[in-house]
């Protein structure tokens, strides 16, 4: 049984949210490693097939897509969230389509025989775009941590999410709380 993330919106087997999170987190955040080895981990542990070492090319690839996505997570006002996610997925090559390789049917977004980063253009453009229709753009952010750039998607039930992790949540909450609890000098 394939792995299920909690960003997958769309019952693919690639999470295209969650492939798109952690591509965006890896190449745009300070002090990741975004080499061909780490990006081809990286899609692997999202599903996609992944036979071999990612090429240079593809790697640059990976990194420029990284850095379109970028955008919408940051993107507070949600007609340009669309507009910006409209304009990658003009980008990405589609032809959805139904497709059973021993997984059971399930849809494909880019073309039979697409490239990997096709694939994964594809992919996370997508689910990005179900977020968006599904939970409306609000639901995908950069984190409130002064100190992290980390990108989120939240298309959990309950409160919306500020921040990208428990960590950081935890992190300014102590820091909210201390705050309060230090005496005020008159």
Known sequence: MTRTSPTEVTGYRNDGVGTAVALVNVVTTGGRDASAET???LLASYNFK???LLTEDETQML???????????AEVDQALAIDLLNALMVEAPMRPHISDHGLGPHLHYGPPGAALVDRVKANTAVGLAFVICEYGAGRLGVCLDAGCERVYADIARGP???YCSKACLNRNTVAAFRARQTPTST
Do not use: S, T, Y
């Open 39 to 41: 990006l081809r981990a």
């Open 50 to 52: 992944v036979d071999e």
């Open 160 to 162: 919306r999410r500020r």
């Open 63 to 73: 990194r420029d897509w990284a850095l379109r996505l970028r955008p919408v997570f």
